[in-house]
């Protein structure tokens, strides 16, 4: 049974802190990298006019989504929610309780799984 969760989020960039947020997006995946091995996937993407970010990620599992919300709130939180407004959030796989509670500020809207591959 496949038990990762990927997320989708696409937020807003606050004018004028396009930079901070460059600066940002890089610690945030560094230190995601480095002390997260459950943790697949990590990827952010600004559009041209640096107004919009989309964020991709992939956990093996719920266990490793709750670490990772844990760091995240604990060192990335407030430059995160300073840099960037969340405007969507789409949420893919079965999430157990513990992180669809965590997620719920966020709104997200849950997508099931129902065919597909992974390589």
Known sequence: MNEAIAWNLEAGVTPGGEADLRTLMAEMSAA???NEPGTLACEWHISAEGTQCHI????????AVMVHLGNFGA????R?????TPTRFTV?????ERVRTALTPLEPVYMARVAG???
Do not use: H, I, K, W
């Open 32 to 34: 995601t990298q480095a």
């Open 80 to 84: 995160f929610l300073a840099a960037l």
């Open 92 to 96: 893919y796989g079965t999430p157990n």
């Open 56 to 63: 991709y990620e992939r956990y093996r599992d719920s266990d």
């Open 75 to 78: 060192q990335f939180a407030e």
């Open 117 to 119: 591959f992974v390589r």
